[in-house]
């Protein structure tokens, strides 16, 4: 092996998960799943497929913080003497100010815990194996990358709630998520399709979180998350828009309190909640015969394609729509429902080029171009890690 490594961590609540890249290619990846309960388990693969398990210790880690000090050890056995140059981390939330990836200081992580009201979810989760990577070794260089950071570009009037003013000063508006993917899919549009890259564009990421935006020439300018990860499409167990009418009614008749509210609309909501507690999943979803199963993607499928119209309202138009993440990669099923609600707006689909995943899933002489693009977080994880550090 040869060039820097760069290490990526993507933490979540119950996850942490990690890879290692050399220069672009992954030569590492892996995660610990089922922090906080019992067992948890740690897998790592090689780039060459030879499948890992690293050993956790005992009692194991019960925070993504003490996942990455638990790994360490294997970690350093399996890099043998070298160094790792830079570590990138997914951060859900860089507030009003971060529009670029930042490297980190303990200054900055003062800042973002100040955010941690914001996104209380997932920041605090995000934060912690950074903290843990400055007290094991403070001289490795450490990058934010920021979820909210590309929709930094919305205008103001699509980031304002009609609220007190205040408020919107306050930070309360709409920050939007899942920026990592759609600046992935911003930068190889040029390359895979440069009939629309220049143009008015909606990228929709499906995936277990669900959003769509509306790029033109590759710069946000509205989505469908707002101040949370909670907003717009429905999601595999989050409930996506909702009248805030019926959060108030939750708590003032239904007797609920907000952390009940917040389990409800975190995580009983979406597929799995419409679906009558079948899954929260696609393929299952998919594959089932029950008929909550079918009507709950029948929702999604709707909701999914009046957000791609309300956006192309915002981008006064429509070029291109891009499908990616597992939903949007993987379920074409999925993909040609939205495309026919699309139609009106010049979205022809090819039924079998959709069948067949794309890339193009459009028809030759369809106005709107659809396109599959996967996703690569990392990637943008990657590169901006190095540009920062200097690699
Ligand atoms: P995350 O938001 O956790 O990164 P992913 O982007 O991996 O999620 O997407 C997960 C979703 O993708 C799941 O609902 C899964 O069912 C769906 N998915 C993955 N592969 C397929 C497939 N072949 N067919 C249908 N859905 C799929």
Redesign the pocket.
């Known amino acids: 092996m040869s060039g820097p490594l760069v290490g990526v961590v993507n933490a979540g609540s119950s996850s942490l998960k990690f890879a290692l890249y050399e220069a672009e290619r992954r030569v590492l990846s892996g995660a610990v799943d089922g922090i906080g309960t019992r067992r948890p388990r740690a897998r790592a693969a090689e780039a060459g497929g030879a499948e890992l398990a690293p050993p956790l210790p005992d009692p194991p880690p019960a925070t993504p913080g003490e996942a990455v000090t638990a790994l360490l050890p294997w970690l350093r056995d399996w890099l043998g003497g070298r160094r790792i140059a830079a570590i990138g981390h997914r951060v859900v939330h860089g507030g009003v100010r971060h529009t670029r990836p930042t490297l980190v200081t303990p200054g900055l992580l003062d800042e973002l815990e100040a955010l941690v009201p914001l996104a209380p979810l997932h920041e605090p989760h995000n934060l912690a194996p950074i903290r843990a990577v400055l007290t094991l070794d403070p001289a490795i260089p450490q990058v934010a990358c920021f979820d909210t950071a590309f929709h930094r570009t919305m205008p103001e009037v699509e980031q304002a709630y009609a609220l007190p003013l205040a408020l919107h000063e306050a930070g309360i508006r709409r920050y939007g998520f899942h920026g990592l993917s759609y600046e992935h899919i911003a930068s190889v549009l040029p390359e895979r399709a440069p009939g629309i890259a220049g143009g008015r564009v909606v990228a929709a990421h499906l995936?277990?979180?669900a959003s769509a935006c509306a790029m033109r020439a590759g710069v946000s300018v509205a989505t469908t998350m707002g101040f949370t990860a909670l907003d717009g499409l429905p999601m595999?167990t989050r409930c996506g828009d909702l009248d805030p009418g019926v959060v108030l009614h939750l708590l003032r008749q239904a007797g609920m309190d907000a952390r009940a509210v917040e389990d409800l609309l975190y995580r009983r909501s979406g597929m799995l909640g419409l679906s009558g507690g079948v899954s929260?999943?696609?393929?299952?979803l998919?594959a089932s015969e029950d008929p909550r199963a079918a009507f709950a993607v029948e929702v999604f499928c709707h909701r999914a394609a009046r957000h791609v119209a309300s956006l192309a309202g915002a981008l006064g138009g429509l070029d291109g729509l891009v499908f990616t993440?597992?939903?949007g990669e993987?379920?074409a099923p999925v993909r040609a429902a939205i495309c026919r609600a699309c139609a009106w707006l010049g979205v022809e689909l090819d039924e079998a080029a959709n069948a067949a995943h794309g890339p193009r899933i459009s028809a030759p002489g369809s106005r709107v171009e659809a396109r599959v693009v996967p996703t690569d977080e990392n990637r943008v994880i990657v590169r901006h890690t190095l540009a920062l550090v200097g690699g």
């Open positions: 995936g277990n979180g595999g929260s999943d696609f393929r299952d998919l993440a597992g939903v993987n379920a």
